[in-house]
C-alpha cells in the first residue's frame, strides 16, 4: 500500500532503530496490523514516512522526518510496551527522503504480500517484460542496510 505522504525534496532526518518483539506468536498478525494502521495513519499527518522490517522476532524500523517529529515519534514508540530492547542504530539528516511514497511500509519476509518484497521474482526466460520495479535503487540500499542490522540484533550478544 502506498500513500501520498510527502512529496518535499530536500534534506530530512532519518532514524533507524531496532527492537525485539514481546508479542506472542499467536497475536502477532493482528498487533502488527494494528501498529501498520496506527501508524501509517498518525504519520500521514506528521509528515514522516518509513519502513518497518519484521524478521522473526526482529524489528527494524527507519523513520524520516523533521528531526522533532521523529524524535518525538521514536520516544512514543521507546515506551510501547509491544517490544523491547530498543536501540537507535542511526539518527542523521539525510539529502532526501527515501521512503517519500510510504508513510510506513511494510518490509517483511513473514507476511504474505509485503509491500516491499524482500525477495525479488527471476526472470524465467527472459521473454516477459519486466515486472515494474517496486523499490527505487535508493530504497534498495536503505532495506540493504535495515536487513543487515536485523541479522547481526539476531546474533547472540
Ligand atoms: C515496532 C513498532 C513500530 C511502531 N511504529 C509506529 C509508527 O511508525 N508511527 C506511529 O505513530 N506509531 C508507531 N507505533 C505505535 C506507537 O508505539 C504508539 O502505540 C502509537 O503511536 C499510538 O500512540 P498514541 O498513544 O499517541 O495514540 C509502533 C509501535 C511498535 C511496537
New binding site residues.
Partial sequence: MTDPASDAPGPVFRLIYS?HLRIPAHQRKAELGA?FS??RS??TKAG?T?A?LVWHDH?V?A?EGDETVVRD?YS??YE?I??ERVTILEATTVPERVFGRWS?ARVSDDEDQPDIPLLMNRDKGGISPAAPRPTTPEQDEVIATMREYARASAQPA
Wanted: glycine share 6%; aromatic share 0%; hydrophobic share 45%.
Fill in positions: 527492537s501498529i496506527t501508524a498518525k504519520n514522516v518509513g518497518l524489528v524500523q523513520l515519534l512514543t514508540i510501547d509491544r517490544h510506513m
